[in-house]
Nanobody, 115 residues
Framework: QVQLVESGGGLVQPGGSLRLSCAASTSIFSLHAMGWYRQALGKQRELVAAITSGGETNYADSVKGRFTISRDNAKKTVYLQMNSLKPEDTAVYYC?????????WGQGTQVTVSS
């Protein structure tokens, strides 16, 4: 099991920015596909953005053009830069790693967008 530790969540006004970080414990981080998911109150967890081991990315339609996922293999960390935040982005954000059949989750970090 890979340990994932998220950070960077908080309260931000609409239109503001936040950067989430997720640090992984695995020594083969570069081989893992990484993703950010979110779960709003009363809703199902959904994929926000993902990045493969090769650096290919994909995004949910609702965040395209506003969010950017990136990874630093040397630091074993994946990031989610979130710009132009909206109240509907409010959720607990979870980091996920996948390698073969192994899938691991972080504990989540709360993002609240409110004036």
């Amino acid at each position: 099991q890979v340990q994932l530790v998220e950070s960077g969540g908080g309260l931000v006004q609409p239109g503001g920015s936040l950067r989430l970080s997720c640090a992984a414990s695995t020594s083969i981080f570069s081989l893992h596909a990484m993703g950010w998911y979110r779960q709003a109150l009363g809703k199902q967890r959904e994929l926000v953005a993902a990045i493969t081991s090769g650096g290919e990315t994909n995004y949910a339609d609702s965040v395209k053009g506003r969010f950017t996922i990136s990874r630093d293999n040397a630091k074993k960390t994946v990031y989610l830069q979130m710009n132009s935040l909206k109240p509907e982005d409010t959720a607990v954000y979870y980091c996920n790693s996948r390698y073969g059949t192994l899938s691991s989750w972080g504990q989540g970090t709360q993002v609240t967008v409110s004036s």
